[in-house]
T-cell receptor, first 115, second 113 residues
Framework: GAGVSQSPRYKVAKRGQDVALRCDPI?????LFWYQQALGQGPEFLTY????????KSGLPSDRFFAERPEGSVSTLKIQRTQQEDSAVYLC?????????????FGPGTRLTVL | AQTVTQSQPEMSVQEAETVTLSCTYD???????LFWYKQPPSRQMILVIR??????QNATENRFSVNFQKAAKSFSLKISDSQLGDAAMYFC??????????FGPGTRLSVLP
C-alpha cells in the first residue's frame, strides 16, 4: 500500500476484554513504532521493532500489553484485560531505515474506548 | 531521560502572518535529531521539518523554518505566510541515534481568516 494502515480504526471494548490492534507498515520499512496518544496529548512511546526484533519495549505500561512483529512486516499490539485507562488512540509508525533522522510515516491510528 | 517541553498549549495567527512555536528539550547527548510534526484534525501525523544537531545551519522547508539553539536546547518552528491549512496540532520531537522518539505535549495552532 501507499502508506501505513491500521485496523480497526475504532474499537470499543468492555473492561476486562482482550483486544488486538493491527499495523501494516509501508512495504520494506525496517523500523516500526507503537505509540499511545491520550486526548489532547503528544504520542507516548510504547515499543520499537527493527525487522522482527523488538529492540525496546520500555514504554509498555504493564505486562497486559504485548507487541509482536513475527515476520518483520505486520505488527500486532495486544492488550489483555483492558481497563478504562487504556482508552486512547494507538498510533503505529514505520521508517525505511533504523536509528537516525529518517522520517517516520504514521498510520491513522486506532481509537480504543474501554467501557 | 530526555524530555521535550512545548510551553504554548494554544497559539493563533492571522492568515498570511508569521507565527513561532516554541520547543525546548533536555538531553545529555551531543548528537541527536529534532523534528516538528503536524497533526491536522482527524488526520494522520506528518513530518514538517527536521534538524540534525551536528548541523549548525537551520533547516528550512518552504514556508517552514527552525531556529535551532543547541546550547540553549531550543528548537522553535517559524511558519511564514500562514495558511488556513496550517491549522493543526504541532508536536516537537527528539531522538538520539537508535533510540525511541520523545514527543512534546503539542501546540494547537489556529489560523484566523
Amino acid at each position: 500500500g501507499a502508506g501505513v494502515s491500521q485496523s480497526p480504526r475504532y474499537k470499543v471494548a468492555k473492561r476486562g476484554q482482550d483486544v488486538a490492534l493491527r499495523c501494516d507498515p509501508i512495504s520494506g520499512h525496517v523500523s516500526l513504532f507503537w505509540y499511545q496518544q491520550a486526548l489532547g496529548q503528544g504520542p507516548e512511546f510504547l515499543t520499537y521493532f527493527q525487522n522482527e526484533a523488538q529492540l525496546d519495549k520500555s514504554g509498555l505500561p504493564s505486562d497486559r500489553f504485548f507487541a509482536e512483529r513475527p515476520e518483520g512486516s505486520v505488527s500486532t499490539l495486544k492488550i489483555q484485560r483492558t481497563q478504562q485507562e487504556d482508552s486512547a488512540v494507538y498510533l503505529c509508525a514505520s521508517s525505511l531505515v533504523a536509528g537516525g533522522p529518517e522520517e517516520q510515516f504514521f498510520g491513522p491510528g486506532t481509537r480504543l474506548t474501554v467501557l | 531521560a530526555q524530555t521535550v517541553t512545548q510551553s504554548q498549549p494554544e497559539m493563533s495567527v492571522q492568515e498570511a502572518e508569521t507565527v513561532t512555536l516554541s520547543c525546548t528539550y533536555d538531553t545529555s547527548e551531543s548528537d541527536y535529531y529534532l523534528f516538528w510534526y503536524k497533526q491536522p484534525p482527524s488526520r494522520q501525523m506528518i513530518l514538517v521539518i527536521r534538524q540534525e544537531a551536528y548541523k549548525q545551519q537551520n533547516a528550512t522547508e518552504n514556508r517552514f523554518s527552525v531556529n535551532f539553539q543547541k546550547a540553549a536546547k531550543s528548537f522553535s518552528l517559524k511558519i511564514s505566510d500562514s495558511q488556513l491549512g496550517d491549522a493543526a496540532m504541532y508536536f516537537c520531537a527528539y531522538r538520539s541515534y537508535g533510540q525511541n522518539f520523545v514527543f512534546g505535549p503539542g501546540t494547537r495552532l489556529s489560523v484566523l481568516p
